[in-house]
């Protein structure tokens, strides 16, 4: 048997969005991390979970299904559900704000940089490679105010406890933490406060995939294109989402709900999660997950945006490679990757948007390949001369992608038309460097314009390219104190 803990608020939230509510919980009762307590045992043939708010004789019997577990209440015998992400294991480091448990190095560095924490966050993941170890990860004030993350293993002693430094040992993990906070005793700098966690999103409605319109609320309108709007939106004024309307004859319903069935099988951490859709009224409504600061197009051209160093815009680029390495190991083709196509989070992590949309598009324009909305100069030379699209013309649509990052969201082919560019492409011609553009960036973005889509790489060597982009050459943890 093992305790878990789960969110009060999160907790209630869930519970009375259901129509077979559970018992409200009294705040007086709820420890101070506001949680309530949860058992959890094996019981064959279903995992069964009891909670117990503090010493309250309120009991809850929990069935796992997915994001949701289900809940029975032994009081009122009433069912409900509550949103399995809230959940952690109890009285181990599972419930400590610094512990991140799955997460890769590069993700440790990602959150750490975000514009929430400051020099002296700090969060503890697990080992990579090593299982059963652990490491410290510290953001650290860097030259010419750009911060830097730096990692320290935390090594085990054979009675259990553990150190950094062997000149001093700590029995757990905790104490070490209250010791580093008082100190920085050979660390880069002392502790200060943990690492903003993302805001844990509440799992979609099970069920809910075609929805009723009523159900969405318009609150704002983000942006409109040549297909239809973009905006943000609540649904069952509890989930804020945005939702993109199609203009009507964008595209037939039928081949729209076969896609989009496709799509939301993609679930991916780098891509935009599709949650559902609006199709017995036109226009059509597609809902996913918001995403605070907008395209990367945009973003990239704001006041934050074009203030990031280059670091950082590689960083976007390694993002959105992954989420295309996962779309390739999917077998499935994006067809349309562009900046305008990536949306950003509030803690500057990319995701990859609108995948497959266009395969359904019917507008006149768009599929005539020389059309005015056609992507012309993202799109790969055989899929404008024969329609041929493939992973590797999306490889194409990143090379163009990353001159849009590393110029701060300017036009490829800059002053030239469309028809120039189908043209100049066709007998050779490949943008030259852009003057903010290091030389080895530029060598990737020619890789991906290959002639010969066999010769462009593979997504997954290009984000692991980029994963090393800065690390390759240096020492990946920093020395015992």
Not at 138 to 165: C, E, F, M, T, W
Not at 248 to 271: C, D, I, Y
């Amino acid at each position: 048997m093992c305790l878990l803990w789960i969110s009060h608020n999160a907790f209630k939230e869930a519970s009375s969005r259901l129509s077979a509510k559970l018992p409200d919980l009294d705040n007086s009762l709820i420890p101070n991390h506001h949680s309530a307590l949860m058992h959890m045992t094996h019981v064959f043939p279903v995992l069964w979970i009891v909670i117990i708010a503090s010493c309250c004789c309120l009991v809850l019997v929990f069935g796992r299904h997915g994001e949701w577990w289900k809940a029975k209440s032994l009081s009122t015998r009433k069912e409900g559900f509550i949103p399995s992400n809230y959940v952690a294991q109890a009285d181990t480091m599972e419930t400590e704000e610094w512990f991140f448990k799955e997460i890769t190095r590069k993700d440790a560095e990602r959150q750490l940089l975000a514009p929430a924490n400051k020099p002296g966050a700090y969060l503890i993941r697990e080992s990579e490679t090593s299982k059963g170890s652990y490491s410290l990860s510290i953001r650290d004030a860097g030259p010419q105010g750009s911060d830097v993350v730096k990692h320290y293993k935390i090594r085990s002693l054979d009675n259990g406890g553990y150190y950094i430094s062997p000149k001093i040992t700590f029995p757990d993990i905790i104490k070490m933490i209250h010791h580093y906070h008082k100190q920085a005793d050979g660390l880069c700098r002392k502790l200060e406060r943990p690492c903003e966690k993302p805001k844990a999103q509440k799992p979609w409605d099970k069920d809910a995939w075609e929805i009723s319109k009523e159900s969405i609320k318009m609150v704002k309108k983000l942006g409109a294109g040549q297909f239809g709007e973009v905006w943000m939106a609540y649904y069952n004024n509890t989930t804020k989402v945005a939702v993109k309307t199609l203009k009507p004859g964008t595209m037939s319903v039928e081949a729209f709900l076969e896609e989009a069935n496709l799509m939301k099988t993609l679930q991916h951490e780098r891509l935009v999660r599709l949650y559902a859709v609006v199709t017995k009224i036109e226009p059509i409504y597609i809902i996913t997950e918001f995403m605070a600061n907008g395209s990367l197009l945009d973003f990239l051209k704001s006041d934050a945006g074009s203030k990031l160093q280059l670091p950082k815009l590689i960083d976007f680029s390694a993002q959105i490679a992954e989420g295309m390495a996962y779309i390739e190991k999917k077998n499935y083709i994006h067809r349309d990757l562009r900046a305008a196509n990536v949306l950003v989070s509030e803690s500057l992590l990319c995701k990859i948007a609108d995948f497959g949309l266009a395969r359904v598009i019917e507008d006149d324009q768009y599929t005539a390949r020389e059309g005015a909305k056609f992507p012309i100069k993202w799109t790969a030379p055989e899929a404008i001369n024969y329609g041929s699209f493939t992973i590797k013309s999306d490889m194409w649509s990143f090379g163009i992608l990353l001159y849009e990052i590393i110029t701060y969201g300017k036009i490829p082919y800059p002053g030239m038309s469309n028809g120039e560019v189908m043209t100049s492409v066709q007998r050779g011609y490949r943008m030259p460097r852009p003057e903010s553009c290091p030389t080895e960036l530029y060598d990737i973005m020619n890789t991906c314009w290959k002639n010969k889509p066999d010769d462009r790489p593979t997504f997954d060597y290009i984000q692991s390219v980029l994963d090393d982009f800065y690390t390759a050459t240096e020492g990946q943890y920093q020395q015992q104190p």
